[in-house]
């Protein structure tokens, strides 16, 4: 026969076991910086045309593009200051998402010398995708200036942000008849 107190000392210790193993599931989890965040891409239609994913690195966040049934040619991409896609302009994403020091470089390039535009790029901007014949394209780069942390420059900020697909680049567009800054894809960076 098994002792009453024996046994409910024994499910008192598992319990402890289990319970302290929750506590320490959820601390490592909480206190974690996001380590990486994507993006579904879709259309002014609603179709999915991209993929991106984004990883948290020393040196800033690495971003992976891919795309498909994209028109053939350079598109500019960037990364945009407001996590919403409202197709079919996409208007709501808001402009570049510039970082904190973007801003003030601005600034200081403004008060040096009025009539040179700053050449420095906001922040989100990425080098252009070059879309194959074939519809598809990928492209990798550091966002130098960014995080997925919980500052003013991470791309989880409060609000989101979105990244962008344009028709063109330098000028050129690679839909007939449509401006080349036009804004033909969006995702919220989650
Ligand atoms: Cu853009």
Do not use: W
């Not at 990425?126 to 394209?137: C, E, F, T």
Request: proline share 3%.
């Amino acid at each position: 026969m098994i002792n009453q107190n024996n046994l409910q000392s024994r499910l008192a210790s598992k319990l402890a076991v289990i319970l302290s193993y929750i506590t320490l599931t959820a601390v490592t989890a909480t206190s974690a910086i996001a380590q990486s965040a994507t993006s579904r891409i879709l259309n002014i239609k609603g179709v999915q045309v991209g993929t991106a994913t984004f990883t948290q690195t020393p040196l800033g966040v690495k971003v992976l593009l891919e795309v498909q049934n994209l028109a053939k040619g350079e598109h500019m991409v960037h990364v945009h200051e407001n996590g919403k896609c409202d197709a079919p302009e996409f208007k709501t994403s808001g402009k570049h998402f510039a970082s904190k020091d973007d801003n003030e470089h601005d600034h200081m390039q403004m008060m040096h010398n009025k009539h040179e535009e700053s050449k420095h790029k906001p922040a989100g901007d990425l080098p252009n995708i070059v879309v194959k014949q074939d519809g598809k394209g990928t492209l990798t780069a550091l966002l130098s200036e960014l995080s997925l942390g919980t500052g003013k420059n991470s791309l989880l900020k409060k609000g989101g942000t979105s990244i962008l697909i344009h028709a063109g680049a330098n000028g050129k567009s690679t839909i007939p008849n449509v401006d080349y800054k036009t804004r033909i894809a969006c995702g919220i960076i989650k």
